[in-house]
């Protein structure tokens, strides 16, 4: 799948503050988890609040994907299992 940069950007503009504070730090736990077991949960957060958002048209596919790409690219960036 490729999304351009700019989708995020745009997914971005259309959420109120409340929302963008709950997307950041759903990828704030993505990135401080501990464990595989917290990765998961941390995923599925990420996507089920993203879904909850494109179901209120607050963005488009496009935009929902580009932001479901950001926060598995924190996951493949993650140190979790570098030990």
Same mark, same amino acid.
């Given at each position: 799948?490729?999304?351009?940069?700019?989708?995020?950007? !745009?997914?971005?503009?259309?959420?109120?503050?409340s929302?963008?504070?709950?997307?950041?730090?759903?990828?704030?736990?993505?990135?401080? !988890?501990?464990?595989?077991?917290?990765?998961?949960?941390?995923?599925?957060? !990420?996507?089920?609040?993203?879904?909850?958002?494109?179901?209120?048209r607050?963005?488009?596919?496009?935009?929902?994907?580009?932001?479901?790409?950001?926060?598995?690219t924190?996951?493949?960036?993650?140190?979790?299992?570098? !030990?």
């Open positions: 799948m490729s999304t351009k940069p700019t989708d995020t950007f !745009a997914a971005l503009k259309w959420m109120n503050h929302q963008k504070a709950r997307w950041y730090w759903l990828l704030r736990a993505i990135d401080e !988890a501990e464990t595989q077991r917290q990765m998961d949960q941390a995923k599925c957060l !990420a996507e089920g609040y993203l879904l909850g958002l494109f179901d209120a607050v963005f488009d596919e496009a935009e929902r994907a580009a932001l479901h790409e950001e926060a598995l924190r996951e493949k960036t993650s140190t979790l299992f570098d !030990a």
